[in-house]
């Protein structure tokens, strides 16, 4: 079975706030393509927030067999913060995110119902701030081709959504193409079809 070559991410950063018996929850999102970034966006906002009660937290990165999560309660009771931060991550199968909520408290306890749902009501105000956007795993292959089949070839690539990131034109012209890893085949055949099986994959 082939894995697939998309996955769904934030698009763009979001900053919410919410207030609930006097205490303060602010989310924020931001996208991180692997665990260090997400922990240098971490390390960042504790330093920012660092008079906050708490900074829960939330990750996931990479995607398929390559999925890493962490979530974080930062000192809440267990359970109540940052698994629900999670959960909503997870429940829309976002990757590619770090979602942190800063709490500062307001002097009202809350309980552990009415934290869990503070926590998953700002995380879930804030991916929604955020946006939620399609992205695709792509791979960059080499493609040579005569000249006369040039127009012809970056037509196809064009048409099969690919795109062509480097041209260089001599005796005959390499190009760059950068691809979704599930359409590389069918690009390869077309290419092959359209050109008379001139062009080939360098």
Do not use: W
Not at 91 to 114: A, E, F, M, P, S
């Amino acid at each position: 079975m082939q894995q697939s070559d998309s996955y769904h991410t934030i698009r763009s950063e979001a900053c919410t706030e919410i207030k609930i018996k006097g205490s303060k929850f602010i989310g924020r999102a931001f996208a991180c393509e692997d665990v260090a970034r997400a922990q240098e966006i971490l390390n960042r906002i504790r330093k920012e927030f660092h008079d906050a009660t708490h900074n829960c937290y939330a990750y996931r990165v990479g995607f398929g067999k390559h999925l890493v999560f962490k979530y974080s309660d930062d000192g809440e009771p267990s359970g109540t913060a940052g698994r629900p931060i999670y959960d909503q991550l997870k429940g829309q199968d976002l990757t590619n995110v770090i979602l942190i909520v800063t709490r500062y408290y307001g002097g009202t306890k809350l309980g552990t119902g009415g934290l869990t749902h503070a926590y998953s009501t700002s995380a879930a105000n804030t991916i929604k701030q955020a946006g939620v956007i399609e992205q695709y795993v792509t791979d960059r292959i080499t493609v040579a081709v005569q000249l006369a089949d040039y127009n012809v070839a970056a037509r196809l690539i064009c048409q099969i959504g690919a795109k062509i990131v480097q041209s260089d034109f001599a005796d005959r012209v390499t190009l760059v193409v950068e691809i979704r890893i599930s359409l590389r085949e069918k690009l390869m055949n077309d290419l092959a079809n359209v050109t008379s099986g001139r062009a080939r994959i360098v």
